[in-house]
């Protein structure tokens, strides 16, 4: 069956440092993938997507790349922030025609700390 | 336009009781997906329903549990006979249902079964 393969946490850095979040996948044929951010008390939100290989989904400075010849979608910002303290969820949706584009396998998620 | 919406937040049940988790979606959506959530686990997919259809059950435990979604009203995730294992955060998320949508998420409901 398909999974997510997410780097263990957690992850500490301090303010404007590099944050890369790695994320490997095992899927059946073309998945989309998904970074999904968790802040304390809330539920999950988008951060970004992709939906086929080679696409970049980019959002307030995270970045992550469809690399289907390494199976992976690692997360990357050049310059955190301590707002960006969270949990984060790499995921994949397998296609499906959209009939079940609202089911995802997630990893495990990653918590990082952001310290000023 | 208020977002996906569950209560309670916190559900405390005693081993053998039932457990009743409430989810109204985005306004617009006709599309609901269960989703739970282990301590130091990623969200496990449970099911899949549109109004009054269940379209996708394979996350489901075989029993005790059920989920519905009515003409009118809230989803409904029913577990019934509560065991500690059960205790989770659950997640309902909503969509318009098409293949581009946006896939919305609640703010969960954490049951924890004495």
């Known amino acids: 069956g398909d999974s997510v393969t997410q780097m263990e946490g957690p992850v500490t850095l301090s303010e404007e440092a590099f944050l890369t979040i790695n994320c490997t996948y095992t899927?059946?044929?073309?998945?989309?993938l998904f970074w999904y951010v968790q802040y304390p008390g809330e539920g999950l939100q988008l951060l970004l997507k992709a939906t086929k290989a080679d696409d970049k989904g980019s959002n307030k400075g995270f970045e992550a790349t469809y690399r289907k010849e390494t199976t992976s979608f690692h997360l990357e910002k050049g310059s955190v922030q301590v707002s960006d303290s969270a949990v984060y969820f790499c995921a994949l949706s397998a296609d499906a025609g959209g009939t079940s584009y609202g089911k995802l396998t997630f990893g495990q998620g990653t918590i990082l700390t952001v310290h000023p | 336009n208020a977002g996906v919406m569950q209560n309670p937040r916190h559900l405390v049940r005693r081993r053998g009781q039932e457990a009743r988790l409430r989810c109204s979606p985005m306004k617009g959506h006709s599309h609901v997906y269960w989703y739970r959530q282990l301590p130091e686990e990623g969200l496990k997919f449970m099911v899949y329903l549109q109004k009054e259809n269940i379209i996708d059950e394979s996350g489901m435990p075989k029993e005790r549990f059920s989920a519905e979604f009515p003409k009118e009203g809230p989803s409904i995730l029913r577990i019934q006979q509560v065991v500690r294992g059960d205790s989770a955060a659950y997640f309902c998320?909503?969509?318009?249902?098409?293949?581009?949508?946006?896939?919305?998420f609640g703010s969960g409901t954490q049951l924890s079964v004495l």
């Open positions: 998320a909503s969509s318009k249902g098409t293949e581009d949508e946006k896939l919305f």
């Open positions: 899927a059946t044929g073309y998945p989309s």
